[in-house]
């Protein structure tokens, strides 16, 4: 069974810095591509960032590039994000995310899903 | 960069052909996929690959992507299906993109 287990959420004040856990189980972790996406109270969805199967490739949403950085230990079998220059705009619940692919691309599905953690950003 | 636009909201009667609409520009040159998502609960993978059902999800679930617009139908609509429901794609400049949401109501 497929289990995505995130952590390290909670509240932060603006400009803070936070990081984020995900451990998985039930899967080959190395094979899949990893995504983080969020939603905000009573918002869409939004991805955040991904990275490949290997780890060497990674991308972002243009509204976190430069301030979120994705990483992966795949001998750990954990993703991680680590969120500076925390906004107001960045409180939302925080999904870790299985792509079906090797790497986030045209083919690119999440088929497993977190419970999500929530960040607030908050003075 | 690339955008997915869906309707807010989309009505459907018990046991009715319900269709959500996803637009963006040339869309039918990417994959789309769809997710429903329950009140208080994370998303499922419905549809990927424009018309790919995940193992475990009811035939009444299907896809097409022609045109600008996928749409994501749902035959024989159940109570159980209102949710919101969001289309995805992957666009080499904007990375993953969902669309806004629709909302699924069942009168």
């Known amino acids: 069974e497929v289990q995505l287990l995130e952590s390290g959420g909670g509240l932060v004040q603006p400009g803070g810095s936070l990081r984020l856990s995900c451990t998985i189980s039930?899967?080959?972790?190395?094979?899949?591509?990893m995504n983080w996406v969020r939603q905000a109270p009573g918002k869409g969805l939004e991805w955040v960032s991904g990275i490949s199967g290997s780890g060497r490739s990674t991308s972002y949403a243009d509204s976190v590039k430069g301030r979120f950085s994705i990483s992966r230990d795949n001998s750990r079998n954990t993703l991680n994000l680590q969120m500076n220059s925390l906004r107001a705009e960045d409180t939302a619940v925080y999904y870790c995310a299985k792509d079906r692919q090797i790497a986030v691309a045209g083919t690119s599905a999440i088929d497993f899903w977190g419970q999500g953690t929530l960040v607030t950003v908050s003075s | 960069s690339f955008e997915l636009a869906q309707p807010p909201s989309v009505s459907v009667s018990p046991g009715q052909t319900a269709s959500i609409a996803c637009s963006g520009d040339n869309l039918e040159k990417k994959y789309v996929s769809w997710y429903q998502q329950r009140a208080g609960q994370s998303p499922l993978l419905l549809i990927y690959?424009?018309?790919k059902r995940p193992s475990g999800i009811p035939e009444r679930f299907s896809g097409s992507n022609s045109g600008n617009t996928a749409t994501l139908t749902i035959s024989g609509t159940q109570a159980m299906d209102e949710a919101d429901y969001y289309c995805q794609a992957w666009d080499s400049s904007t990375g993953v993109i969902f669309g806004g949401g629709s909302k699924l109501t069942v009168l």
């Open positions: 690959q424009d018309n």
């Open positions: 039930g899967f080959n972790f190395s094979d899949f591509a």
